[in-house]
């Protein structure tokens, strides 16, 4: 089953901060973060595996609840380039996109 | 890196004929690889894993028969649809998989459109 990414979409001013959740209903060994822009293929952000740390830079980090089987994305101090639909991809043997959260950044 | 090319980015066929896409990985070996179907506004969906030498295995709902993969070598494979209808129309994305603990890297997407 797919995994559901909650906000569906959100609008925000350049500067502002955002989170992005995926919540899976099945047991999840790691979670892989992509970006999307239109009409191209999705971009590797980072990947987060069970047990590990929470990844990321500066602005673009993620965190990795395995009990709960969640998974967060926070982008801080957004930028223009942030714009996009972000999916979370859960690895069971194969990777299984989430429903997609579409982020736009306004000036 | 780990570059994944896709050929071609778009093509344009007629209802009735069969269209090939290749998915080549340029700088590595790919245990194995995926193909993808996106419908706009929509997630990326699985339709087949793809191991060189094996039979791909289809994800359900997936017809084997209409969408034909060959994965010939480590670094190419190729997604053949058969008699495309224009509900066929959609982004056609492969990814490679380098190693198991890494994530899969994408090309760049085949837009298909059938008139």
């Known amino acids: 089953q797919q995994p559901v990414q909650s906000p569906q979409a959100v609008i925000l001013r350049e500067g502002e901060d955002a989170v992005i959740n995926c919540s899976s209903s099945?047991?999840?060994?790691?979670v892989h973060w992509y970006r999307q822009k239109h009409g191209e293929a999705p971009v590797f952000l980072m990947i987060?595996?069970?047990?590990?740390e929470q990844k990321g830079h500066e602005k673009i980090s993620a965190s990795f609840n395995e009990k709960k089987q969640q998974s967060s994305l926070y982008l801080t101090a957004s930028q223009l380039s942030y714009s996009g639909t972000y999916f979370c991809?859960?690895?069971?043997?194969?990777?299984?996109f989430g429903t997609g959260t579409r982020l736009t950044i306004i000036p | 890196g780990a570059v994944v090319s896709q050929h071609p980015s778009w093509v344009i066929c007629k209802s009735g004929t069969s269209v090939k896409i290749e998915c080549r990985s340029l700088?590595?070996?790919?245990?194995?690889m995926f193909w993808y179907r996106q419908f706009p506004k929509q997630s990326l969906m699985l339709m087949a894993t793809?191991?060189?030498?094996?039979?791909?295995?289809?994800e359900q709902g997936v017809e084997k028969d209409k969408f034909l993969i060959n994965h010939a070598s480590l670094t190419l494979s190729t997604l053949t649809v058969t008699s495309a209808h224009p509900e066929d129309s959609s982004f056609y994305i492969c990814?490679?998989?380098?190693?198991?603990?890494?994530?899969?890297?994408f090309g760049p997407g085949t837009r298909l459109l059938v008139l």
């Open positions: 990814s490679a998989l380098r190693d198991r603990r890494e994530t899969q890297y």
């Open positions: 099945k047991a999840l060994y790691s």
């Open positions: 987060l595996l069970k047990g590990g």
């Open positions: 991809g859960t690895e069971l043997g194969k990777l299984t």
């Open positions: 700088d590595f070996q790919a245990t194995t």
């Open positions: 793809s191991n060189e030498g094996s039979k791909a295995t289809y």
